[in-house]
């Protein structure tokens, strides 16, 4: 299976995640799972322009993502596939039982979050969605950059 990450990151596709994951992991598509992205061909371009060259970037709508990532699963190619928050991470895995672990990036401050790791903030209802992700078998931590140590769901809530 060539799903090499699945990962949640408020700041969608950056230098940490294209080159701290894609270079490590060897990606060569990142697919973007998000609906309104999906639909806005100026933010498209935006990141398009965080991706190096010789990686190709593709943007879905939760809709189109059990498809998508039916595809990646059956390809050779390695794949990242990221999506921007904890209720959209929840619904791909709803739809594409090929995701069996999923990686906690970056989620920031925000009005009802507190902090569980440094680059971690969830609100109770964001930890207990991750918490049912668990729950259904899937592999649930947190770890910012590949050289760091995952942290599992346990100690996040």
């Known amino acids: 299976m060539t799903l090499a990450l699945v990962r949640v ?3 969608y596709i950056h230098g940490q995640v294209v080159v701290g994951w894609g270079q490590a992991l060897g990606a060569e598509l990142m697919v973007l799972v998000d609906d309104a992205v999906s639909h806005s061909e100026w933010e498209q371009e935006l990141y ?3 991706a190096p060259p010789g990686m190709e970037v593709e943007f879905v709508s939760i809709t189109d993502a059990a498809e998508k990532t039916a595809q990646v699963a059956a390809s050779r190619r390695r794949t990242i596939v ?11 895995c709803e739809v ?3 995701i069996r672990k999923v990686n906690i990036g970056g989620i920031h401050q925000a009005p009802g979050r507190r ?7 969830l609100s109770d209802a964001e930890a207990e969605q991750l918490r ?4 259904r078998g899937i592999d649930v931590s947190a770890q910012d950059v590949p050289t760091a140590r995952p942290v599992a769901l346990s100690e996040l809530l």
């Open 96 to 98: 594409a039982p090929s």
């Open 82 to 92: 990221v999506t921007g928050d904890v209720d959209t991470l929840v619904r791909l």
């Open 132 to 135: 049912r992700l668990a729950e």
């Open 115 to 121: 902090e569980r790791l440094p680059y971690v903030f």
């Open 48 to 50: 398009r322009m965080g």
């Open 9 to 11: 990151d408020d700041r």
